[in-house]
Every structure is written in C-alpha cells, then in structure tokens.
C-alpha cells in the first residue's frame, strides 16, 4: 500500500470515526434526556400520527425563543405567568421528586382519562369508545424547562 | 480483595445508595386519595391519588390565598371567625367522648360527636339519601386553627394529617354517588 492510499484511509476512518462517536454522542445526549412522544390514533376520518421529539430539541427551541422573541412580548408573556409561578415552581418540582403512580384517574361508559408519572415521564393517555386515543409523554425535565422558561 | 469483602462492600454501597436515595420521598410515603363511584348517566369513575408530601410543597401558596380571604369560613351565608371554631375546639378537647348535637327532622338526622381524639359528623337523610361519616382528627383540627387572629393554619394541619399517618377522613353515599376521601402509604388506590 503506498502513501497516498494510507493517507486516504486513515482520513476515511478518522471520518468514521468522528460520525460514529457525535452519533453516539448524541444517541446518548438524547437517551438520557428522554422523548416528548405525542400520537394520535383517530380511527377513521381523524388524522392519525405519532411523534417524537427528543428533549434536547424541546431545550434547544426555547433557548432560542429566549433569544429571538421580542423582550417586549417577553416580559407580557412573563407578567402573565407571574402569578402562577410559585404554583407552576412547586408543580415542577413536586414532579420530580414523586415516585411512579397514577395521580389522576377519569373513566365513564364513554372514554377514559388518566395522567400518570411513569419512570421519569409525566403521562397522559386518552381512550375514547370508538377506539380513538391520545397518548402524550413528557419527560419532567421538559416540563421543568418549560417552567423555567415562562417564569424566568 | 476477597469474595467476601467484595460483598461486604457491595452490601454497605447499595445500603448507602438507598439511605440516601430514600429521603426524597421517606418523609412523604402517604398519599391522598379520592374515589368518586357514579352509577348512572356516564357511569363516571374519577380517581386521584396524590403525594401528600406534594400538597405540603403546594401549602405555602395555598395558606397566602387563604390570609388573603382573612381566613374566615362561610357557614349558610353566615362568617364563622376562627376565633369562634378555637373556643369550640379548646372546649371539645378537653371533654369526654360524648355526642355534642344530635338533630333529627322527618327526612334528615345530623350527630356531631367525639370518640377518642376524633371529631366526628354523621348525616343520614330519608330513604336513598345522602349519608356523611366524617372524621376528622382532633390534632389536624387543633393545627388548621393555630394561626395567628383570624387565619387558618393549613401548613400546619396538613404536617398534623401526615403525623397522624393513615386513616379515613370522608365518606359519602349518595343514592348513585359514593365519595371516598382517606390517606394510605399505598401510591396507587386499593379499591374497596
């Protein structure tokens, strides 16, 4: 093997290298922040779809609402939380430190409604009669960020 | 290092890793529940089950909003101060087990009583009516009226319900309606 192909396949696998370990990188990034998941099953005329966004994403789009939103539109937004904030605080973090459970629970002859924390997520499940249903999960993280970010 | 020692080890690592992990909820392990059972219409189920420790981190708020309100409770458009409910409170305390009003119409029956450190209400209307049983812990009454004047110390009757520790507080059926009110070390209900 002569130097021009060495040098090639040493550029080749630093490359390699390089994708597979930002790959990992990010898989683990996202693995530990968790997945905002929300899918709709319509059964029928409904749309239906199922989509995940990592958290990471969810962080990222706030921090850059933070810097693009006007700081007008900014601070009404805040002046119109302030109020709520303590609860919202509160609710963040009593979140984060709750054990696994169903803390909500709605059932009648036609759906049911249940919002639950289950490792690490806060969950909220629908099931109507026809067989629609709703299934939205959020990390507590996000909702924390989310706090974070209107109360700030 | 020996198998021996390797398990010592691991034994007081994990002992560790969960004394430590257990006081984010240790002090908090009772949880507040609420069923209500409808039969008819929707047939609806509604349950809820909530940290207790989650209320007490909700507390401080939900004390501010009560001062804000001067703390005063209506009864049938009629302000009872708390100063009124710590005198009954001081005279119930010290007296016997005892039935302190018993009121009966045609249609209805209303006892208020003490047995042991509970408060006592029981209603019972006429055939397929409602029927109330509330019990209510002397200490949780005795902490919700500690606040200073006219306030309602509800942070405080609240650490009084968790020292307490389980039990039922309310039930009512109502012909088609059953409410359950208690708190149990349990996070998910044990239907009943």
Known sequence: MNTVARTFIAIFVAVAVMFTSTGVAAAVYVAATGIVTIEVDGRGDDPSFYLPVPAALVGLGLSIADVTMPPEAKAEMRRGVAEARPI????SRGLEDM???TLVHVETDKERVSIAKRGGNFEIHVDADQGERVRISVPVGVIDQVTDFLTR | MNTTSLKKNLTAALLGLALT???AFAANDLWFHVKVREKGGDNANVTLNIPVSFLQSLMPMVTKQA?????????EDKDVSTEDLRRVLTALKDSP???FAEVETDNEKVIFYKQGNYLRAE?????????VNARFPI???DALLSGNGNELNLEAALNALVDHGPGELVTIRDGETSVRVWIDHNAEMTER
């Open chain 2, 139 to 141: 200490a949780v009454l």
């Open chain 1, 99 to 101: 054990p696994d459970a």
């Open chain 1, 88 to 91: 919202l605080e509160a609710v």
């Open chain 2, 97 to 99: 087990d005892a039935t």
């Open chain 2, 123 to 131: 209603t019972t209307e006429g055939q397929g009516g409602a029927e």
């Open chain 2, 21 to 23: 992990a257990a006081p």
């Open chain 2, 67 to 75: 001062e804000l309100e001067g703390g005063r409770i209506a009864i």
